[in-house]
């Protein structure tokens, strides 16, 4: 009996280890997506030259670029933007709780 019950212990240990192996794995797959999307973003802004200001206000992502038409708001579109407002050389971009960790990775190039 007791013998059972250490190998059904030993059994849930390596399910756990396992399990905390995959969110690992998956967490950091995440990140290296997002270190992409940050870049991409960069590009499709005009380039880091073009980015004059960016601030942040929860999900909503403010951007002052030197030319507004350098942007390609299809493109930040398709990497997740729900919208964008475009007010004389600023964009306003509504990110979803990534917005934060965008104007961070921004103001550390700019």
């Known amino acids: 009996m007791g013998d059972l019950i250490l190998s059904t212990a030993i059994q849930y240990i390596i399910i756990a280890i396992v399990i905390l192996i995959i969110l690992a794995v998956a967490f950091k797959l995440t990140r290296k997506d997002f270190a992409i ?10 380039g880091e030259d073009n980015i004059i200001n960016a601030e942040c206000n929860m999900s909503r992502f403010k951007v002052i670029l030197r030319d507004v038409t350098l942007a390609d708001k299809d493109a930040i579109q398709r990497l997740g933007a729900k919208g964008i407002v475009e007010i004389d050389n600023q964009l306003k971009i509504i990110f979803d709780n990534n917005a934060k960790q965008l104007k961070k990775y921004i103001d550390e190039i700019v």
Not at 37 to 46: D, F, R, S, V
Request: glycine share 20%; hydrophobic share 30%.
């Open 37 to 46: 999307k940050e870049n991409k973003l960069i590009g499709y802004l005009g």
